[in-house]
T-cell receptor
Framework: GAVVSQHPSRVICKSGTSVKIECRSL??????MFWYRQFPKQSLMLMAT?????????EQGVEKDKFLINHASLTLSTLTVTSAHPEDSSFYIC??????????FGPGTRLTVT | GQNIDQPTEMTATEGAIVQINCTYQTSGFNGLFWYQQHAGEAPTFLSYNVLDGLEEKGRFSSFLSRSKGYSYLLLKELQMKDSASYLC??????????WGAGTKLIIKP
């Protein structure tokens, strides 16, 4: 089956620093990758959609200058949380899609900002 | 607007059967997904329906009625490990997933 990896799985950083999260599709080429955020006991919230080689499309209310997304290749997308604050602490999940249908999820990254 | 409704929480007994309902309103429709998510983990795929009817896959079955904008996930012979959140998501005309808030299923011995 299709496998998506994320790195790191957990990260703790200090307020004001930046954190980069990588999302890779290991055995398929992902035409589209999605970045989600999930706060405790809440559902997934789509942050942005990115297609390889083009700028990401951000959902309303998501600051594009704070959450930088780079979809450099068909197998790699990165999310950089810049100038992180404690309220950015969350579970960040990426998913990848080839074609029009199913999304394959990465295992998620737990970000804690102190 | 686009909307997915599913119950917030359900409780069932080990060994029993539970049905989790989902209603959807989307701009266009290209299928309905069910995902399982254990606490602290990413969602995992359970089922995909695009045609009306029941799809059975082991202990889990999923049903779709396109005319009613309705789906359900049926879990049989419940096990303690089935305690999780179950997310309903509809694929709209742009092939974007519209997510429900999830149903937390609590299994009691």
């Amino acid at each position: 089956g299709a496998v998506v990896s994320q790195h790191p799985s957990r990260v703790i950083c200090k307020s004001g620093t930046s954190v980069k999260i990588e999302c890779r599709s290991l055995d398929f080429q992902a035409t589209t990758m999605f970045w989600y955020r999930q706060f405790p006991k809440q559902s997934l919230m789509l942050m942005a959609t990115s297609n390889e080689g083009s700028k990401a499309t951000y959902e309303q209310g998501v600051e594009k200058d704070k959450f930088l997304i780079n979809h450099a290749s068909l197998t790699l997308s990165t999310l950089t949380v810049t100038s992180a604050h404690p309220e950015d602490s969350s579970f960040y999940i990426c998913s990848a899609r080839t074609g029009d249908r199913e999304q394959y999820f990465g295992p998620g990254t737990r970000l804690t900002v102190t | 607007g686009q909307n997915i409704d599913q119950p917030t929480e359900m409780t069932a007994t080990e060994g029993a059967i539970v049905q989790i309902n989902c209603t959807y309103q989307t701009s266009g429709f290209n299928g309905l997904f069910w995902y399982q998510q254990h606490a602290g983990e990413a969602p995992t795929f359970l089922s995909y329906n695009v045609l009306d009817g029941l799809e059975e896959k082991g202990r889990f079955s999923s049903f779709l009625s396109r005319s009613k904008g309705y789906s359900y996930l049926l879990l049989k012979e419940l096990q303690m490990k089935d305690s999780a959140s179950y997310l309903c998501a509809a694929l709209d005309s742009n092939y974007q997933l519209i997510w429900g808030a999830g149903t937390k299923l609590i299994i009691k011995p």
